[in-house]
């Protein structure tokens, strides 16, 4: 299917960070759009509120009519998601809908566009965005599908004047094999999604296919250390092709300065915080210098990047707390933010409260997420969020408490945690999952905002 040919587009599971781009895209391109999801959230209020049709209920009955049967022109868009038993799903299966994945979908959108594809299991959210909010800013331009909603643009899609697409690419489910980009960028290749690939050596084998998938002439950039055999490398406080050094906090910013050989930009502010988005930055500054953007625009930039929703995001700053939220659910991501918070406020008591993210993940790195809890200084722990799964035997999340040294640990629910919060009112608070521990933070600025 070629994209000027699509007129109406439904996606099964619309309400998902990637898909709700998809949907606004198209619909930002003058198509029918609407789609299924079985629970409301502010994403499908903001869908409805843009005028995207989504019904919550599991039913045929509910699938509009201009979809009834397949035509050219018509396309259905699904999630790996989607539970296999939906009757949405499984009648465009059976009446022979043109049916995509959404890195399908990705990879039709950017054929013939210059493409500049982040990939890694953590750190291609925040990358992504830098790297387009850097290509706005400076006026070079860009569309862009990131896995998140940019706090700069308030959305998760960016629509370009140009050919430049910047894309965020998906290793679940080997999604990101269907793109062929002009520059990747890989953050990182830990162990994840084991219940897709096995083993961690499947894992770096997709990574190496996605990198091998690059156009003729383009570039790999990745960072220093991960298994790759060919490319452009980055680090910080190291030795690479691309280098982010003299790392400081100064009034309560991160500053670092950047040099791969040919260019160096000194006394760079970052507009977020976090040891890792140094990191992440240096690879966002490598791909943007590639396009001929100049080292102040770069700086300028990143001194105006406001981040990415849930990702290592100040809630509440004010003289008696501070509260950051962050999406981390994998025990590197939970690492690179409790030592950025532990770095910028040293000498405040650390609480953390987490949601551990799927039984699979729970139970194939519960030593990583034990030793990694164990930095905190008090830890308020939540059940497992299921997501797609089903409850194995054995594993929940008193699974990692046993296995911690740190004293101060509790197991609780939501409105529990949210009294002890209020009792407690800790001066420094992180909240971490992936999961549905989102739907506290309103609740926990509340009891916090006030000094």
């Not at 770069?298 to 008696?320: D, H, M, P, T």
């Amino acid at each position: 299917m070629e994209l000027k040919n699509i007129q109406r587009v439904y996606l099964v599971g619309i309400g998902g960070i990637g898909m709700s781009g998809l949907a606004r895209y198209f619909h930002h391109l003058g198509c029918v759009v609407c789609g299924y999801d079985k629970t409301s959230t502010p994403l499908t209020d903001a869908l409805h509120n843009e005028g995207i049709r989504v019904v919550f209920e599991d039913r045929l009955d509910w699938i509009p009519m201009s979809f009834q049967q397949p035509c050219d022109g018509t396309l259905v868009i699904y999630t790996p998601a989607i539970p296999k038993d939906s009757e949405i799903l499984n009648y465009f299966k059976t009446k022979g809908f043109d049916l995509q994945k959404r890195s399908q979908v990705l990879g039709i959108i950017s054929r013939g566009m210059f493409t500049i594809a982040v990939a890694g299991t953590h750190g291609k959210t925040t990358t992504s965005c830098m790297i387009a909010h850097i290509l706005k800013d400076s006026g070079k331009d860009c569309s862009a599908f990131l896995g998140g909603i940019s706090s700069n643009y308030n959305t998760n899609v960016l629509y370009g004047k140009n050919d430049i697409v910047v894309v965020e690419a998906d290793e679940y489910d080997r999604s990101f094999l269907t793109l062929s980009p002009d520059i990747a960028i890989i953050t990182s290749m830990d162990a994840d999604h084991l219940d897709i690939y096995g083993d961690h050596s499947h894992l770096e084998e997709s990574f190496r296919l996605f990198a091998s998938q690059i156009k003729p002439g383009g570039m790999l950039i990745y960072k220093k250390g991960l298994p790759l055999a060919e490319g452009f490398t980055y680090t910080v406080n190291g030795e690479a092709g691309a280098m982010g050094s003299n790392i400081r906090i100064e009034d309560g910013n991160f500053h670092f300065d950047f040099d791969n050989g040919s260019t160096a930009i000194p006394n760079i502010r970052m507009g977020i915080a976090g040891l890792h988005n140094i990191e992440n930055a240096v690879a966002a500054i490598e791909a943007s210098l590639r396009l001929e953007i100049s080292g102040d625009a770069i700086r300028e930039a990143l001194g105006s990047f406001k981040g990415v929703k849930r990702r290592f995001e100040y809630i509440v700053r004010n003289e008696a707390h501070i509260y950051i939220d962050d999406y981390a659910h994998h025990p590197e991501e939970l690492r690179a933010a409790i030592t950025s918070v532990k770095r910028l406020y040293p000498d405040k008591k650390l609480t953390v409260m987490f949601q551990p993210h799927l039984f699979t993940r729970t139970r194939d790195f519960v030593d990583g997420f034990a030793e990694v809890l164990d930095m905190a200084d008090e830890l308020l722990m939540l059940e497992i969020y299921p997501a797609r799964e089903l409850p194995i035997p054995g594993v929940d999340s008193n699974m990692v408490l046993n296995l911690m040294k740190l004293e101060n640990k509790r197991l609780v629910g939501k409105q529990e945690s949210l009294d002890i919060i209020k009792n407690e009112k800790p001066e420094l608070l992180l909240t971490v999952g992936a999961g549905d521990i989102d739907t506290l933070v309103n609740p926990l600025k509340e009891i916090l905002a006030h000094v």
